[in-house]
C-alpha cells in the first residue's frame, strides 16, 4: 500500500510539472529568396513570323503547238536549261512536204499574176484609142487583181507552212528547272489536253508566299491604334527566311505584291515576298519559316516568361512593394519575344517583379532579392533587381529555381490555311497561357 501510493505520488507531480511549462515559441516563416527585374519601357524592334512557301516565279507549259509524231526529246530531266534551248523534235517531213506544196502554190500564182500583168498592159493602149471595148479593159484590170489576191493567200499558206515546221522543235522559252517528260519518243501529240510534254519554272528570281489571316490583320490593326505596335514606313519589311534545317537563306526579301481581297474559302489573304536565288538553293514547293523585320513595339515592357503565372482568371505577377513584400498583379500580356513576354497592361516603369521563386509566394509574403536574373532577349540590362546585385549576364541563376530556355517553349505557332490552295501559314507567335499556378494557401 505505501508503495502504490507513492508511485502515484511522483506521476501527479510530473504531470503537474509539464503543464506548467511554457509552450514552444513558434519559429517565423523563412524568407524567400527570389531573383527580380526592374520594368524600363523601351522601344522593342520584333519579327513577325510567318510559315511560308516557296513558288516559281514564273511556271511554263511545254506544250505541242501542232499535231504529229514525237521523235526525240533533247534536254536531260531536272536539269537547268537555258531560254531557247532545245528539248523536244517532232516528226519534220509532213511539215516540210506541207511547206514545199504551198511554196509551189505561191509560184503558180506569181505565174498567173505576171500573165495578168501583161495581158492588162497590151488592153489598156487599145482601149484608149477605142480599138477595144471599156469591158475588155475592166476584165483585165479585174485579173490582175484577182492575181495579186491569189498571191497574197499563197504568200499566208507558206508563212503558216513555216511556223507550223518550226513548231516541231520545242524549245524553252525561259531559264528555269525542267520537270520530268510526260510524252516519250514514238508519242502522238496534238495540240491540248494531249500536248502537254513538261514544265519548266523559273527559280531565280524566286516568289515565297504566305497568308494573313483576318483575325491577324484586325489585331495589327488595333495594336497599331492603340500605340502598341508600329510598322515601318510604307509597310516596307525587310523579309528573311530560315529553311527547314536552320539555317538562314543569304539573301533578303521584300514584298511585291498582296492580294486586294480575303478569300472566302479560308479567311485569309495573300502577300507574295520575292527573292534573288543565284545558286538554286530554294526549289518550288518546300516550306520555309517567314520573318519580317521593321516593326516596333513603342515603349513597350518585355519580362521573362517565367514571371508571368496563369490564374484562375488572368495572368498575373508578384511586384514587390516598398515593404519589401510582394502583392499579386493582373497583368494584360501580348506577343512572345525569343524568352519573354510582352505585357500590355498592368506594369509601370521602376516597378520591380519577380522573376525565379515566383511560384512559392503569397500575397504579403517577406522576401530576399538575390542575384539578378537574365533578361529576356531583345532587351538590355537595365537596373538590377535589389541592392548590391551585379549585372545579369555575369551571375548564374539561383540553384534551386531552373530557368527557361526558349528551347523549352513551345516554337512551332498554330497552322492556318496559306493563299487559294489551303496551305499551312502561322501567326506571329501562339500567345499560349502557362501552366496554371496558385499562390500556396
Not at 477595144?132 to 495579186?148: E, F, H, M, W, Y
Not at 496534238?190 to 519548266?200: D, I, K, N, Q, R
Not at 502577300?271 to 515603349?299: D, E
Request: hydrophobic content about 35%; proline content about 8%; glycine content about 8%.
Amino acid at each position: 500500500m505505501p508503495r502504490h501510493f507513492v508511485l502515484i505520488s511522483i506521476i501527479v507531480i510530473f504531470s503537474f510539472s509539464e503543464g506548467c511549462s511554457e509552450p514552444p515559441e513558434e519559429k517565423p516563416p523563412p524568407v524567400a529568396e527570389v531573383t527580380a527585374v526592374s520594368i524600363e519601357p523601351r522601344d522593342t524592334p520584333i519579327e513577325l513570323e510567318f510559315v511560308a512557301e516557296t513558288r516559281s516565279s514564273r511556271h511554263v507549259e511545254i506544250r505541242a503547238r501542232v499535231s504529229g509524231f514525237l521523235d526525240k526529246r533533247l534536254y536531260t530531266e531536272g536539269e537547268v536549261v537555258q531560254a531557247g534551248q532545245k528539248m523536244y523534235q517532232m516528226d519534220r517531213k509532213p511539215f516540210e512536204a506541207a511547206l514545199q506544196s504551198a511554196e509551189g502554190q505561191l509560184a503558180q500564182q506569181q505565174a498567173r499574176l505576171q500573165v495578168a500583168e501583161a495581158t492588162l498592159g497590151r488592153v489598156r493602149p487599145l482601149a484608149e484609142k477605142n480599138a477595144l471595148s471599156k469591158k475588155n479593159l475592166d476584165d483585165a484590170t479585174g485579173a490582175v487583181q484577182q492575181a495579186r489576191a491569189a498571191v497574197l493567200a499563197a504568200e499566208g499558206e507558206v508563212r503558216t507552212a513555216k511556223l507550223n515546221l518550226s513548231y516541231t522543235t520545242l524549245r524553252s522559252p525561259l531559264h528555269g528547272l525542267a520537270s520530268f517528260s510526260l510524252r516519250h519518243e514514238g508519242s502522238y501529240l496534238s495540240p491540248g489536253e494531249g500536248g502537254l510534254l513538261t514544265y519548266v519554272d523559273q527559280v531565280n528570281p524566286i516568289w515565297v508566299i504566305f497568308s494573313v489571316s483576318e483575325n491577324q490583320m484586325l489585331k495589327y490593326q488595333s495594336e497599331i491604334e492603340r500605340g502598341l505596335l508600329k510598322f515601318p514606313p510604307l509597310n516596307r519589311f525587310e523579309v528573311q527566311i530560315t529553311l527547314a534545317n536552320g539555317a538562314l537563306f543569304p539573301h533578303v526579301g521584300h514584298i511585291d505584291f498582296s492580294e486586294p481581297s480575303f478569300s472566302e474559302e479560308t479567311g485569309t489573304f495573300l502577300v507574295r515576298t520575292q527573292f534573288i536565288n543565284p545558286q538554286g538553293v530554294l526549289r518550288p514547293g518546300q516550306f520555309v519559316r517567314l520573318q519580317l523585320k521593321g516593326a516596333v513595339r513603342p515603349n513597350s515592357i518585355l519580362v521573362p516568361q517565367r514571371a508571368v503565372l496563369q490564374g484562375a482568371k488572368s495572368h498575373y505577377v508578384w511586384v514587390i512593394n516598398k515593404e519589401g513584400k510582394v502583392d499579386r498583379r493582373d497583368v494584360e500580356v501580348g506577343d512572345w519575344q525569343g524568352d519573354g513576354w510582352f505585357i500590355n497592361h498592368g506594369l509601370v516603369a521602376g516597378e520591380r517583379v519577380v522573376v525565379d521563386g515566383a511560384v512559392r509566394l503569397s500575397p504579403g509574403a517577406a522576401i530576399k532579392v538575390i542575384n539578378a536574373p537574365r533578361l529576356p532577349e531583345g532587351q538590355t540590362a537595365g537596373k538590377p533587381g535589389g541592392p548590391g546585385t551585379a549585372p545579369a549576364a555575369s551571375i548564374a541563376q539561383p540553384p534551386e529555381e531552373a530557368s527557361v530556355k526558349s528551347g523549352d517553349l513551345p516554337s512551332t505557332p498554330d497552322s492556318q490555311a496559306i493563299g487559294q490552295k489551303s496551305r499551312a501559314s502561322s501567326f506571329i507567335k501562339p500567345q499560349s497561357s502557362t501552366p496554371e499556378e496558385k499562390p500556396p494557401e
